[in-house]
């Protein structure tokens, strides 16, 4: 089945502590991107990624860091420095054309952080 | 700063009652817009989306929307909701086709339908 996976589904960690949040797809899509959903906010972009190698931030980057070694994953680390980390996150993939119609957005499942 | 509202936050209908969810963007370029659903529990989803050529769109499960560029909107309509239509929908808008175009979200309308 072609598609994203995010890993794990429930995190929990100590404050102070860093945590990497898994996002591999299968799409061979070109582009990634983190948000971070918040009640009545709607998707904030933390980070993107248009091709392996490559990272932009997003509008909200303070207190993450991703990295884009392979086509297929981009892990984001929360952390410390990130002041209100609890949040659902989720990773979206893309194909990199604007001018073609396979240039969706697809989602993963999401991983909801807490910080305890 | 570009930005998408949706100046519905909660929505609550009955059952065959007709829906129409508002969304205005501030961007004066081209645009790309978009309706994604989020039902209770599962993912992020895509319900429908306008590149360009005819401005009403259609999208799947009986969903429909209008995109009128003098007015900087793309509301979302259907003429008679369901019980399993309840979830929240989400606006977007990808500002410009260069490679560093983002896309932005609004903030969300929850849907409540009564059975």
């Known amino acids: 089945d072609g598609g994203i996976t995010q890993s794990p589904k429930y995190l929990f960690r100590k404050e102070g502590q860093n945590v990497t949040l898994s996002c591999e797809q299968n799409l061979n899509h070109d582009a990634m991107y983190w948000y971070r959903q918040d009640p009545g906010q709607g998707l904030r972009l933390i980070y993107y990624s248009q091709i392996v190698n490559d990272f932009q931030k997003g509008d909200i980057a303070e207190g993450y860091s991703v990295s884009r070694e392979k086509k297929e994953s981009f892990p984001l680390t929360v952390t410390s420095a990130q002041k209100n980390p609890t949040a659902f996150y989720l990773c979206a993939s893309s194909t990199r054309d604007p001018d073609t119609t396979a240039d969706t957005q697809y989602f993963g499942p999401g991983t909801r952080l807490t910080v305890l | 700063a570009q930005s998408v509202s949706q100046h519905n936050h909660h929505v609550i209908l009955s059952e065959a009652a007709s829906l129409e969810l508002g969304c205005n963007y501030s961007?004066?370029?081209?645009?790309?817009l978009f309706w994604y659903v989020q039902y209770p529990g599962q993912h992020l989803q895509l319900l429908l989306k306008?590149?360009?050529?005819?401005?009403l769109v259609k999208g799947i499960k009986g969903f429909e929307a209008e995109f009128i560029k003098s007015k900087f909107s793309f509301n979302l309509r259907k003429p008679s909701v369901q019980w399993s239509d309840t979830a929240e929908y989400f606006c977007?808008?990808?500002?410009?086709?260069?490679?560093?175009?983002?896309?932005?979200f609004g903030s969300g309308t929850r849907l409540s339908i009564r059975p």
């Open positions: 961007y004066g370029g081209t645009v790309n």
């Open positions: 306008y590149f360009s050529g005819d401005p």
């Open positions: 977007a808008v990808r500002t410009g086709y260069s490679s560093a175009s983002k896309i932005i």
